[in-house]
């Protein structure tokens, strides 16, 4: 069935760049996300790409889609501490908008 | 602009207990969405409705309910509470697949605690 990897942590020091990976197995996926979900709250969408785009730039955000490899990256430039948090890379699966989650990378910045 | 909103936000109930989680969205979408988040298991789709009326079982349905009578709200039971069902549940919406990005809109999260 579908599923979506991404490892579980990643720690940065501020300043640097982080950069979460994803692999997603559903090709016909017309959409590819990234979600954030601050502590006790919610998911927030963080951004998007769509399947026929190689990168998106927004900001300090830079989305990278490789659909050869099914990989999806979202890169943090200048990580600051207020980007502590979680991040859920997902896929719609279905015609009806399902969204496939991967676990979350809680990413960890350290001053 | 409420967006989506979840009551309750905690709630303890005994094994065998019976309760409703009530999910109100203001933004008109068509679709809603229950899952639920446990640690190191991401988020789990419970079950979904693509409209008034209509319900549809999603990953992991056993031991819920779900009700949309009004389009604005989307309904979560659990009929007999087991401690399995400990967990942080989130509702969501989504105006309609195909016709915008398909991004879902969460609530807070609903904390759920079966002793």
């Known amino acids: 069935g579908e599923d979506v990897e991404q490892s579980l942590f990643l720690s940065v020091r501020e300043g640097d760049s982080s950069v979460i990976n994803c692999t997603y197995t559903d090709s016909s996926s017309t959409y590819l996300y990234w979600y954030k979900q601050e502590p006790g709250a919610g998911l927030q969408l963080l951004t998007y790409i769509f399947s026929n785009m190689d990168m998106k730039q927004d900001q300090r955000l830079t989305v990278l889609l490789n659909k050869k490899d099914k990989h999806l990256s979202l890169r943090i430039a200048d990580t600051q501490t207020g980007d502590s948090a979680i991040y859920f890379c997902?896929?719609?699966?279905?015609?009806?908008?399902?969204?496939?989650f991967g676990k979350g990378t809680k990413l960890s910045v350290k001053p | 602009n409420a967006g989506v909103t979840q009551t309750p936000k905690f709630r303890v109930l005994k094994t065998g207990q019976s309760m409703t989680l009530l999910c109100a969205q203001d933004m008109n979408h068509e679709y809603m969405y229950w899952y639920r988040q446990d640690p190191g298991m991401g988020l789990r789709l419970i079950h979904y409705s693509v409209g008034e009326g209509t319900t549809a079982k999603g990953e992991v349905p056993d031991g819920y309910n779900v009700s949309r009578l009004k389009k604005q709200n989307f309904l979560l039971g659990l009929e007999s509470a087991a401690p399995s069902q400990t967990s942080v549940y989130f509702c969501?919406?989504?105006?309609?697949?195909?016709?915008?990005?398909?991004?879902?809109?969460f609530g807070e999260g609903s904390r759920l605690t079966v002793l």
């Open positions: 969501a919406s989504s105006w309609q697949a195909g016709a915008d990005t398909g991004e879902l809109f």
């Open positions: 997902a896929e719609t699966v279905s015609s009806q908008g399902n969204l496939i």
